[in-house]
């Protein structure tokens, strides 16, 4: 994780585009590319998106839009000094008590109704 968003870093200060990367357009920029991303998906029912990510150049597009967001969000983590892979793994961790195995296995309930559907013994 740090040698990619080094090497994020490094392409932009090689192009001098720090001066461009404020904190509001990189997230600005993360939201857009996202929206890119989404347009995978819009008009599309799951038998046609299925076929869209069975062709290999939307898959490639797909991921190319998938890689977008990822080199802003190393560039925005670079310019607010934020340790994203540690974040990360706090965030996993925050998510592993919100979601205990034996209660979310197979549901998609939010945690605050998994915690509700646990006090009453309801599963849905
Ligand atoms: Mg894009």
Redesign the pocket.
Known sequence: MRDLQRRVAAFRDARDWRRFHAPKDLAISIAL?AA?LLEHFQWKDAAAVAAHLHRRRSREALA??MA?VLLLLLSLADVLGVDLKGAALRKLRVNARRYPVARARGTALKYRALRRAGRTGGTR
């Open positions: 590319e890119e190319a839009e977008d």
